[in-house]
């Protein structure tokens, strides 16, 4: 089995590579979805959240207001304390489910598509360089990220100017906190660049699947 890690910043275009590859045969892991489904009411992350963060973090039906935990981690500065608690158990999962994937087929192509793989603090015993065994990074430039992530967040609501606005700043303060992600595109083995298509995207995909899944067969 080949364990990659699919990263880059906010708007970069891995999610799209992550489809991509699924569609090609990649056991697909995110970890968003995980992050997600670990923060529901009933679950320890959910529980420890709030209890670390007080009862505002909830609306009235008792899930987390996500809004209010991005304004709390990335504008009132305390996403590390936030990361402590989700980090851990998320990247404890996605082993779990790697191990689960390897049992079935010692030929799979796992990819984590995550944003924080150099930047955690909470990989275990040797960091990233032992929970993957190749990396790839997708850029882009930071214009098409914050124009990405604005019409992302807006595409199912019509904004105001001051609301798009407002969504921008936060974009570039994401962007910012995950400027060491660039800086680490030198430690991955593949870059993939999203500034054109879709298409374009999916193309540089489709090169590197059969690369992957050579490397995949001669590790066996």
């Known amino acids: 089995m ?33 992050g997600r489904a670990m923060m529901q009411p009933g679950e320890a992350v959910y529980a420890a959240i709030v209890e670390h963060f007080g009862p505002g973090v909830m609306k009235a039906d008792g899930t987390l207001d996500r809004s ?7 504008t009132d500065g305390r996403i590390e304390e936030l990361n402590a608690i989700v980090h851990p158990t998320v990247i404890a999962r996605q082993a779990e489910l790697m191990e689960e994937v390897a049992a079935r087929d010692a030929h799979a192509v796992v990819i984590v598509e995550s944003a924080l793989i150099f930047e955690t603090k909470y990989g275990g015993e040797g960091g990233w360089h032992k929970r993957f065994d190749k990396i790839i990074f997708v850029k882009a430039t930071e214009e098409l990220q914050l124009a990405r992530f604005v019409e992302r967040a807006s595409s199912a609501k019509m904004l105001s100017k001051e609301e798009r606005q407002a969504l921008r700043d936060e974009a570039q303060l994401r962007i910012a906190r995950q400027s060491a992600t660039e800086g680490n595109a030198t430690n991955c083995e593949y870059v993939l660049t999203n500034d054109g298509s879709i298409e374009q995207l999916q193309a ?17």
Do not use: C, H, N, Y
């Open 2 to 34: 080949l364990r990659v890690g699919l990263t880059g910043g906010l708007g970069s275009g891995k999610s799209t590579a992550a489809r991509r590859f699924a569609e090609l045969g990649a056991v697909v892991l995110s970890a968003d979805e995980i």
């Open 68 to 74: 209010v935990l991005a304004r709390i981690a990335f």
């Open 204 to 220: 540089q995909v489709d090169a590197l699947w059969p690369v992957l899944k050579d490397v995949a067969m001669r590790r066996t």
